[in-house]
């Protein structure tokens, strides 16, 4: 596989466009997203690869760690190149237990929005995504019309460029629109667990991007077979499969895979330059029907 793995590019407004394929950062900490990196020098050449590679959207939050994953892209990254968008996320914070709990309070986003402003030696952030629901089960239904307030509150500050959602429901999408534009919704979504389609295709009606996390899970073993045998036909490997299926699904989709690695990276990167024939689409796509 050759060619250009920035899968393209998406205006998630008309002065922020960003490459189709990004990178997540969470996979920077240590283990259960806690603690620095096993390696720190590889986090930082992970960081740096990604800038090489010309992909422009990199995904965190102060709670990656907490806060060792912002240090990493800072000492790796800063002062950042004119192109490189890093997209940040609050509602959560992290306890001594190393637990994920919500952290929704007007003084809690306020706070996680100035602590991810230090963190990155950034003045604004150019997004933030509000994350709502639960960390281990999904969406919650109910109204996220306090919190979203408060972060717009913040961008009429300066503090914030655009605001994004993470891990809501297609009603919850609709709430915050009404109080300020959402330019980026992040949801579980992947090849073999497309729930949220229909929130997808509406999002693309909208014009906001959809940005799925964990990409490359979830797998049945009949599922996987199905996927692999795709991939032995292409010459990539399932991932690479998986990741390329989510490009062509949509072109509002915008990936954001995980890796503590350089060699991971770049195989992940490829993905973007694998072509799916038409036969090979439509056993994709059977594989989450």
């Known amino acids: 596989m050759s060619g250009d793995v920035t899968g393209g590019s998406f205006p998630l407004a008309g002065d922020l466009t960003v490459t189709r394929m990004g990178f997540g950062a969470m996979q920077l900490a240590g283990p259960g997203v806690w603690g620095p990196p096993r390696d720190r020098g590889e986090a930082i050449r992970v960081l740096r690869t990604v800038a090489e590679l010309g992909l422009t959207h990199i995904d965190t939050s102060c709670y990656y760690g907490p806060s060792t994953v912002n240090n990493v892209i800072r000492e790796a990254l800063h002062p950042y190149p004119d192109d490189l968008h890093i997209v940040t ?64 509150g913040l961008q009429s500050q300066g503090l914030i460029r655009y605001l994004g959602l993470s891990n ?29 389609d229909p929130l997808l295709d509406r999002c693309a009606e909208l014009g906001i991007a959809f940005v799925p996390f964990h990409p490359l899970g979830g797998f049945s073993p009949l599922q996987a077979s199905g996927l692999s045998e795709v991939a032995a ?57």
């Open 89 to 152: 996320k609050v509602g959560f914070r992290r306890n001594a237990d190393r637990a994920w709990l919500p952290a929704l309070s007007p003084e809690e986003l306020t706070a996680a929005v100035h602590v991810n402003l230090e963190q990155l030696g950034l003045e604004a952030l150019d997004v933030v995504n509000l994350r709502v629901g639960s960390a281990a089960v999904g969406p919650a239904p109910g109204s996220i019309a306090g919190p979203f307030g408060v972060l717009a």
């Open 233 to 289: 036909r292409l010459g990539a490997s399932p991932h690479q499969v998986a990741l390329a299926w989510l490009l062509h699904r949509s072109p509002n989709i915008l990936l954001i895979p995980g890796t503590s690695a350089e060699r991971h990276l770049r195989d992940n990167a490829a993905a973007a330059t694998l072509i799916l024939p038409a036969d090979a689409r439509a056993v994709l796509n059977a594989v989450g029907g």
């Open 168 to 196: 809501v429901t297609a009603d919850q999408v609709a709430e915050a629109q009404a109080i300020g534009r959402v330019v980026c919704v992040q949801n579980w979504y992947n090849l073999a667990d497309r729930r949220d």
